[in-house]
T-cell receptor, first 116, second 114 residues
Framework: DAGVTQSPTHLIKTRGQHVTLRCSPISGHKSVSWYQQVLGQGPQFIFQYYEKEERGRGNFPDRFSARQFPNYSSELNVNALLLGDSALYLC???????????????FGPGTRLTVT | AQSVTQLDSHVSVSEGTPVLLRCNYSSSYSPSLFWYVQHPNKGLQLLLKYTSAATLVKGINGFEAEFKKSETSFHLTKPSAHMSDAAEYFCVVSVSGGSYIPTFGRGTSLIVHP
């Protein structure tokens, strides 16, 4: 079975531009979460979606938005890019959005975003 | 509120010697605790998890962690380090009630010398 896939792998954007990152969860997983990992730090939670509804939001500005599609894939959008948005963006999928073994998250390889 | 502190940014061991990566957490409710490993240019992989069952948790690749509520700790151990264990390790805490929003530690870089 395919794992979590993310596209693109790498991306270079200019300040002020907009970017869309994509994630396909493991087949059968209904929950997708997005994380930002700045170099040298642990991942920071951005969003969680379950059954196409937002179930959690981290401490990120409104420039960050996301959505989940009927096939459970997801997009993360970032507007008005800043230099500080340069990071590895990770997507994780799970069967469910709450506790227990069904919450175990499986991570994709990430999208490396560089803002110049 | 919840938080997690990984007490060492770097841990250096020799191949074949024990590994100890330390993690302390803070949580208002009963936590779920996880350890993830991240190899260079790879995604995060779950090593093990604690979700209010046995306090000694066994994971993949010979790793173990013990949940100690009195010490608010969840340290990761392995009896004998292997060169392939060299990676970044993250301790994660999340709590029940609505959605699970996990909090990651800053990470511990494990260096294994031959």
């Amino acid at each position: 079975d395919a794992g979590v896939t993310q596209s693109p792998t790498h991306l270079i954007k200019t300040r002020g531009q907009h970017v869309t990152l994509r994630c396909s969860p493991i087949s059968g997983h209904k929950s997708v979460s997005w994380y930002q990992q700045v170099l040298g730090q642990g991942p920071q939670f951005i969003f969680q979606y379950y059954e196409k509804e937002e179930r959690g939001r981290g401490n990120f500005p409104d420039r960050f938005s996301a959505r989940q599609f009927p096939n459970y894939s997801s997009e993360l959008n970032v507007n008005a890019l800043l230099l500080g948005d340069s990071a590895l963006y990770l997507c994780a999928s799970s069967l469910a959005a709450t506790s227990g073994s069904s919450y175990e998250q499986y991570f994709g390889p990430g999208t490396r975003l560089t803002v110049t | 509120a919840q938080s997690v502190t990984q007490l060492d940014s770097h841990v250096s061991v020799s191949e074949g010697t024990p590994v100890l990566l330390r993690c302390n957490y803070s949580s208002s409710y009963s936590p779920s605790l996880f350890w993830y490993v991240q190899h260079p240019n790879k995604g995060l992989q779950l090593l093990l998890k604690y979700t209010s069952a046995a306090t000694l948790v066994k994971g993949i690749n010979g790793f173990e962690a013990e949940f100690k509520k009195s010490e608010t700790s969840f340290h990761l151990t392995k009896p004998s380090a292997h060169m392939s264990d060299a990676a970044e390790y993250f301790c994660v805490v999340s709590v029940s009630g609505g959605s699970y929003i996990p909090t990651f530690g800053r990470g511990t870089s494990l260096i294994v010398h031959p």
